[in-house]
């Protein structure tokens, strides 16, 4: 028997009990894995939608704090191309609408002009030709989803899209959107000559400084215009930063619940075991390895918990992914250090669950635990 | 083996209105000067103005009624609890701290219980090593120094029992091999046969002076039964919460 055997024995001789909790605990893990995953998989769809249009700075309008609700005039593409170190400039504009199965659906519309349209990958169909306006293409995924396919028509808002092609995208976004010609976008929402923002090429954008310096230049040049890096996009999104807030808000929540479990049962198996404590004061153990041995307690039912929310967050995950009704819509962004950072906060939630209620069983005679006081 | 630390070597007192005995001039390993507790729930008054010296080797008999105070003269000799007025000295040094006393009571302290106090759900050799974590390095060493305890209590084949399932014998038998884990210098024993019938109290008893003998220990027990209290060197009565008599083997009380 050493200090890792002897909790664990404890443990062990409350099966059920450990198992609930480790469940409890678990199920707090699983939902923060799974609210935080997806909320930083919005922000890596952003950040790859931005990648794949080669974009290195985004034009929005100063103190917008939606881009899908920023009204920009179109014709300040002109003067942003003719900016020294600018290569080029494409005009976007975005908002969600509603389709005639009662679905809703990103809209992402694009300017002509730009290149957006020659680079835009098709793997079944064709791209809108120069002047149509009443053709659409599908991400892959919203494709899918919808069972539409080349030759087939869309109803947005009320209005009649022919499907020209369906394009494979490599950000979630995106493959799940309607991508349509800027001007009509613009007449469908009434927005004519309006833009939602620029996406801007510069040169030498590989190197961080000429990044900032080329943001400043244009910042100046253009007092009305805020101009942010692309891999900064998602957090001037008020709806991803409000996904985000929401999934730590909810993650914090269950947290605490994952303490106060730990918590109540540990202060169970104290009050429980209060002349053993007793016993292994009056036999010589230093209060601290009585208070080690209780809050190593709390992090072994903890790091059972994170066993069980690693394998629930994953799988809830993959349930969501695959659901008919949000199927392509969410990319959870789980990595290993994001798997590693919930483990720990786990653990360190167990640790500190334990604490309590070893410090009062540390601080009471040893006479008195022994009579069960 | 030496735990009480330098710290509590600057603590060291002379007591006051001790009775001298036969070591007389002899350092005492315990001794109670002055020694008063009241408990707070009920206002009782467990030990009034206590003094008393228990030297290397000694075999003293703690008798008296219920309620007159043995088991709080223990626990207040052994650090467990600790007196509102009035100091106990180890080794002529006051502890500092409740750390120091639970130092002590690692290596120095040994205590057996009338109720065992084992850990049901651990086995008899588990329940013996538990004083050695911390104290001796290695599960090994510890397994083995706690399988020789056993043999040397006689519970050699049953050493991975659980003592749930143990008799009120055996168990005390285990308790009083974990007492003896880290060699102690002396061994409380509160009412050691308590639970025990005839035939188990006697082999309890003789293991104990055996022990004693050649561990070289102090035994300060604990009893409400004259002729048990008969065997000890030195037998000291106690009634509500004071000694009425002390009585060395062969001299009258």
């Given at each position: 028997m050493n200090a890792i055997t002897y909790p664990l024995r404890n443990l062990g001789n409350h099966r059920l009990r450990s198992a609930l909790t480790a469940v409890g605990i678990g199920a707090a893990m699983a939902s923060l894995l799974a609210l935080v995953g997806l909320s930083r998989g919005v922000d890596s769809a952003v950040a790859l939608s931005m990648q794949d249009r080669g974009t290195d700075i985004v034009a929005i309008?100063?103190?917008?704090?939606e881009i899908l609700t920023t009204v920009l005039d179109e014709r300040l593409a002109g003067q942003l191309r003719a900016?020294?170190?600018?290569?080029n400039v494409m005009s976007s504009m975005g908002d969600v609408v509603n389709l005639d199965t009662g679905q809703m659906a990103y809209v992402a519309a694009w300017s002509e002009e730009g290149g957006f349209w020659t680079t835009l990958p098709i793997t079944q169909g064709k791209r809108p030709g120069?002047?149509?306006?009443a053709s659409a293409v599908l991400g892959q995924t919203l494709a899918e989803t919808l069972g539409k396919r080349p030759g087939d028509r869309i109803e947005l808002e009320g209005q009649s899209f022919l499907v020209s092609g369906i394009s494979k995208q490599a950000s979630v976004i995106d493959d799940r959107s309607i991508i349509l010609p800027l001007l009509s976008l613009q007449r469908l929402l009434g927005r004519?000559?309006?833009?939602?923002g620029f996406h801007i090429r510069i040169d030498h954008p590989e190197k961080p400084a000429r990044l900032a310096e080329m943001r400043d230049r244009l910042a100046a040049a253009f007092p009305e215009l805020a101009f942010v890096e692309a891999g900064e996009m998602a957090t001037h999104t008020a709806l991803t930063n409000l996904l985000r807030a929401m999934a730590w808000a909810s993650s914090t929540i269950a947290l605490v619940m994952a303490f106060v479990i730990v918590l109540n049962t540990l202060l169970m198996a104290v009050t429980e075991r209060t002349r053993e404590i007793g016993l292994l004061s009056a036999i010589g153990w230093k209060p601290s390895r009585i208070l080690a041995t209780i809050v190593l307690e709390g992090v072994m039912v903890a790091a059972a918990g994170a066993v069980v929310g690693v394998a629930a967050g994953l799988l809830s995950l993959q349930l969501m992914i695959h659901h008919p009704a949000v199927g392509g819509f969410l990319q959870p962004d789980v990595t290993p250090v994001l798997l590693l950072q919930s483990v720990v906060l786990v653990l360190v939630v167990g640790a500190l669950g334990g604490l309590y209620p070893a410090w009062r069983a540390t601080h009471m005679r040893p006479m008195e635990l022994l009579r069960g006081e | 083996m030496n735990a009480t630390g330098d710290s509590e070597r600057e603590n060291r007192t002379e007591p006051a209105g001790v009775p001298a005995g036969r070591n007389a001039g002899v350092e005492p390993l315990i001794c109670l000067a002055g020694v008063s507790r009241t408990y707070?729930?009920?206002?009782?008054?467990?030990?009034?103005n206590v003094s008393l010296e228990v030297h290397r080797q000694d075999y003293v008999a703690i008798t008296g009624p219920s309620g007159s105070g043995k088991s709080t003269l223990l626990y207040l000799a052994s650090g467990m609890d600790l007196p509102d007025s009035g100091s106990v000295l180890f080794e002529g040094a006051q502890p500092a701290s409740p750390a120091a006393w639970t130092r002590l009571r690692s290596t120095r302290i040994g205590f057996v219980f009338q109720t065992f106090h084992?850990?049901?759900?651990?086995?008899a050799l588990e329940n013996v090593e538990l004083p050695m974590?911390?104290?001796?390095?290695?599960e090994g060493s510890r397994k083995r120094r706690a399988a020789a305890l056993m043999e040397s209590v006689g519970l050699n084949a049953r050493?991975?029992?659980?003592?749930?399932?143990?008799s009120g014998g055996e168990a005390q038998r285990v308790a009083i091999a974990r007492a003896l884990a880290n060699s102690p210098s002396v061994l409380f024993a509160d009412e050691?046969?308590?639970?025990?019938d005839s035939h188990s109290t006697e082999q309890i008893l003789s293991l104990l002076e055996d022990l004693r003998e050649r561990e070289k220990l102090a035994l300060v027990m604990v009893t409400h039964d004259a002729r048990i209290a008969q065997r000890a060197e030195r037998r000291i009565h106690l009634r509500d919460g004071q000694i009425m008599a002390q009585e060395q083997a062969g001299e009258p009380a």
């Open positions: 309008k100063k103190g917008s704090v900016q020294p170190g600018v290569t120069p002047g149509d306006y004519e000559g309006k833009v939602s | 707070p729930r009920g206002h009782v008054q467990a030990m009034r084992l850990i049901g759900t651990l086995t974590m911390g104290v001796v390095h290695g050493t991975r029992h659980r003592v749930a399932d143990m050691p046969t308590g639970n025990l």
